[in-house]
């Protein structure tokens, strides 16, 4: 089977099993039984591949089940499900050819609660390769990204190389919740070279950019403030008002101040509360989020954050728990790798325009695993592949181009065995 | 059939078929074959009977829609539902017989939005009368009243008087929608003696109260804030915060200034927003009430309220609307009709105990009729029929004593007649 | 000398020496003499009159040490004065005459920092008794007080009784700063009937309120939020802004939810920061006060002020401190002691009107030995006696009739010797 | 005389009179007689100079009128001192040689009101030329650019060129208010290069910076709330409360949301009101600023601030007044002219060290005049001309290493005439 048909062949059948953040049951078991094709030396899941307890954003039982029970009527495996069970999904493969440097590949793996279109001009749906999970789809380019992974390894297990190759198949990127985890996992600490990858982001078909970076460092929350009901007309002051904690909260952390560093961000969403207007409420919950041009302003509005959400419930009387539910940090590339990547791009046949850097607009939670490198003394870049998208990111019409595929793994396969020569 | 049975069968009937605040069709429609079956001079429907532009908080077309079509598949009786079609429920029946005086009787006529018990040790479950309309539920006790309208309207038309009596039975009073526009109606002008009345509210069957008031004047709106969405990282200004105007409008009710008159209330609640935290809301959305010892108080909070929800749209750039869903006013009893019902319920064998005076706890839309008759140089009172309830209102289980019903017949038509001769 | 004369006189002298709360040395001193000259059984002064410690707003060392060398400039009693020194003004005289029952007469002796008029109609000025303290003045009628307190003393020594009789001499009534200490002190335990009495009050000569009371309880603060000042263009976050910590806390406190029990007030004046706009603010102060139908709703708002402050302190990093600076509870009159004034007052030649009760319009801390009198079994009332007051109390132009003050001691004097016999 | 020694007692002189923005009036006198001395072509003043109704921050009447009748016991030029009464100070001067390019020097020419030193240690009062102006001081080296001004000048009339120079002294710069109306006024239009200078900044003596810039762009405003008092316990609701207004929208200024184009800024300070808690008040008082990293950030915080303001006043029934009492824009330094300034730097023997650029900490309103210059196509930048100050700015014992008066004017006449020629 000619290479080419391969690539496009596995990101059709990935592209099929969209699974939300922690629940890529069956995505990973389809990883891991692709591995074992390919032979690699090393699979690690669930608990051996990342650190378990610093998971954000899990879902609750109930979804957890709902999903593990859906992959367990797909596949027999039961060997790696029940080692993924409880949200513990992704993978780490590990190739080890002796003596030389541990280079990193990070792609990500799970898929968002969008309901795919069924439009004709949709090729998905036109090639009968849409989704099959009711209100969830690939609409990141999360299966191109799976792709890269499974065909950089085959590429570089092709070659003659010394040293180790380790690919990170990650989970819950799109809530941020999955790159803490894997930085702490124990995988990241002998990396010298680590690079990351994207697809699409309104780039066309051929464009490759070197180093991608500049975003805000972002942290996500849940919010559940808890009072105490009482009749709004007899008695208001019997109440512990979880509404008036709230909006006391909300109306403080926009009013968190500037910093002298750089840029912040604070918002505030999903507000909700069921008491009709006559019953103080016992509860209400939200939603917000902080940014900063740097890790430090983030972590400066993160914790003013806390301050406004305790001073809030303590002048109320109620109590309140935020839930870290994502974050994400600022890690910008290496100079060095840039170069690196950049004249391999150039020096490929199906690249058309190299860019050595522009700004990612999104947060990524890529940058802990860069900084973990960084920090052991590595480097670090995260690549943008170009590959025509015909809708943007996160719509029901999103696709890439498929010849793009092959010009990742071009890219990936040739700078990892650059530096590994 | 002895009247005993008589009173108990309607109420049976009419509890089967709960409806809610301005869907009452079938149940005006019963009420009117009723009021045909005694011979009632004149019945008035729809817009007939009260002013349909004071209406407040009518369900939008769907839920009238659905209602009406269930009361279609009930009745043939197409020339009263083509005449309340659009939520103009209720009626008004009078009887003329010459020179006199003008007595009105109200009783109000819908339901609430509760599943009711299935619980065998729950009367209308054990003997086969729940209601049939799932979700819904007479769990106040209306169906009781509606009883006693038909009940005195029976026992005042088998005695000889002079003058007119009339009997209101109001639509929507659970959310204090129809007191206000059967008020402004054709049919309250001439009244001289208004007597309301309310079964159970936790008084023993056999008591009587001649006098019910005090209750909070209140007005209840919903609120909707609209502005522009935008990205929360990328963009915060290009986006009209709706959610932070919520909050600033809700900060600033609280803090709406005491009053030298007495008691205020102010509260919100069902405070909602669909966007994520990465979203600066374009809509967001909430319930509040304010309350007042008297009518002025409570127009004082409310013109405050319009002032919170005006200057919080100004400041952050977004709209507001805010629809006033229910409204009560405060009016007492008039000391004269106290003392007259108070002496008539005394001389009642099936009476126990007679209380002049207690304190209506919630707030109740009689108070504008009771006012437009007051206006009009008149007198009104809201009679207590104690009717031991085995659990609260509003509950699941709520059910009344239907030895009560001829009490409250007795002591309503007793009272009417009185005036009348 | 006539009576009459005599109490005339003691007015205007006590009136020439207006001494605000706290700072009533020189009036110490002369109370002190008059009681020596009264042949008085036991005068307890300072420390032995009150509960120092529980003094709430006393000035500063500087203040008050202005006003001690003020008054040492006027007499030569260092024994008074040493014992007094350090606002420990006030006094108690006690006359014992032995088995019966302990009376007791409460009568407040501190001024106004008000510049006293110069205009020729206003008698103080015209007959040459106007303030000597510049700023200073008798200008809510304590000086007739004193006069009450060392008349009816007069008239109780001149008669023939059996029991104990007390009279008490509050510093530091304007500030709601001594009524405190002094029913906390040790002359109050054994007072089983408590009269106090207030002239003026827009009620004219002649008339008598046996009973003046439903004022609000009160509670005041001073506050001082202290921060971090920072330049506000280069550096915002390195501040800890106390002006902001102020708004908040002041936004919040006009936000505290409204009581079941009854009216609540809460009001924030006299705000203050020096910083200029470029300068984050270390300091921000004010001045708060929170009132409630009962003692209990006072404390209500007096609690949830304190929650407000530390949360808006907690949330913006700063520290508040807040001093109490007065406070009054709640007391009413016994009817039955309201009934024994009423008819002694009826029985008096001299007035012309008796009211048995009023409502008292402003705060008074007479209400402390109210109820300390009321938690040992005694009763207590307190009187108003009218005294055609030609301009408003608080103003430079207030003034008494002076036939109101034989009229006040003929009042106070019978009802104590009533309860003697 | 040599040429250092008159520039020395120049500054000197100066020195001793400062004046703060607005007043100087002496100021004004002295540097026109000066410009007459040196037979300079034109000279105008007051209304000549700037646009009158563009100042900012004017002092009120009383303090202009105290100012104004120093400098006329000081001065007999009633010529000059009548053409500028009531806050026109300031001066342009112009030398017109016919053909040739345009050049403009902006120097600034108001004190500060900080009490100078009198230490030994501080030069101005060990020899004799400390401030004559209890409580004013020249703390920012004004004295020195007056000096800067009038040396050109003197350098370029003695030279031979071809064109036009003009010099602006422009008054009240501290404050942000003379640069808009200098700006607005008729002898900006024609220059084609303007350039203004800044002597110490923590540069040693000896250092050149040819392009200081990148300040945020600020706006100050003076706020007055106004309202009606009322008792705070017995008629809160009758009161329309300033500090209730004032405290709601500077929590409303502090939650201004962030902005995509970068940094902002908000503080408030100095806020105030006088009455006491037990009175709502009836007007409160505050300084606010607003900054931004262009002058369109700082508009957009600008128009929130008014909407904050506005909507507050609305919410609380009050009205609010904001005067603008200083700004300044963003406006950078042109790169050609830094380059040119720069080489000239460089070919100097006094200067040691030439930066081309650095950052100017503080506001600036030069920036008005050299966005002026730009819009009309022509160029402008801002020189640091070091001059090793013992102490910051504004403190009590800043000055200024006289050495740096002779190498400022070298730098700047030696610049012009390069332009010139």
Known sequence: MPEEMDLVELRRQFHQYPEPGWCEFLTTVSIVEELERLGVDEIHVGPDALETTERLGVPDEEELSQWFE???????????LTHIEGGNTGAVAVVDR????????????????????????????????????VGFMHACGHDAHITFGLGTLRAVLESDFSGTFKVFFQPSEELLGGGKPMAAGPHIDDVEYLIGAHIG?????GTVVAGLDGALALS??????EGESAHAGFAPNDGRNAVQALVTAANDMYGIPRHKEGSTRVNVGNIHSENPANVIAHRA???????????????YMRDAVYRCLNSAADLHECTVEASLIGESIRQDCDEELVSLVSDVAESIDSTSTVLRRDNLGASEDVTYLLKAVVENGGKGTYIGIGGSNPSGHHTPTFDIDEESLSIGVSVLSQTALELLS
């Open 220 to 225: 996500r929350f849940d919010i559940i403030f």
């Open 98 to 133: 002796g003596e030389g440097p541990t280079i990193g590949l990070r792609v990500d793996i799970d898929a968002l609660p969008i309901e795919e279109s069924r439009d004709s001009k949709h090729t998905p749906a036109a090639k009968g390769f849409r989704s099959n999970n």
């Open 285 to 299: 919950t939200a939603n917000a989020e902080v940014r900063g041009e740097s890790t430090e302003l983030m972590e």
């Open 70 to 80: 859906k992959a367990k009527s797909e596949t027999d495996r039961m060997d790696i």
């Open 201 to 205: 982001l309104d780039y066309p078909t």
